[in-house]
């Protein structure tokens, strides 16, 4: 089952992804644990796609009986997205990091000038 949502151009983009997955991931019945970590992680993807891409900004939620997908996409920068060691002075570069602290895979494909970021998780 894949759900589909075009996010705000704007920032808040991240509240509506936190707002809509929150929502959908509680009708179907997603643990609590799992379902804070997907809102967490959507979130992030959410906020990098509009503070580093163009829009418009899709997010898709892809469940399997095991695991849900977290994808956002959009016409992406020229370069990849990079995971950052960020120090803890920095007032920035910890989102995709926290990403894969709490998925169980993540990466992101481009075609053309579209860019797929995207990470799982277990659910059951």
């Known amino acids: 089952m894949i759900v589909e949502w075009v ?14 997955v929150a929502d959908d991931l509680r009708r179907r019945g997603v643990p609590d644990a799992a379902a804070g970590d997907l809102v967490l992680i959507a979130s992030e993807l959410a906020a ?8 418009p900004a899709l997010l898709r939620l892809d469940y399997s009986d095991e695991r849900v997908r977290v994808t ?24 995709l990091a926290m990403v894969q602290s709490l998925s169980d895979a993540m990466g992101w494909d481009r075609d053309g000038e579209r860019l797929d970021v995207w990470a799982e998780r277990a659910v059951s």
């Open 48 to 55: 990098n796609a509009i503070r580093h891409g163009s829009p």
């Open 7 to 20: 996010l705000p151009d704007d920032l808040s983009a991240a509240g509506a992804a936190r707002v809509r």
């Open 72 to 95: 956002v996409s959009n016409h992406g920068s020229a370069s990849d997205p990079r995971i950052l060691d960020a120090t803890d002075e920095a007032g920035h570069g910890r989102g």
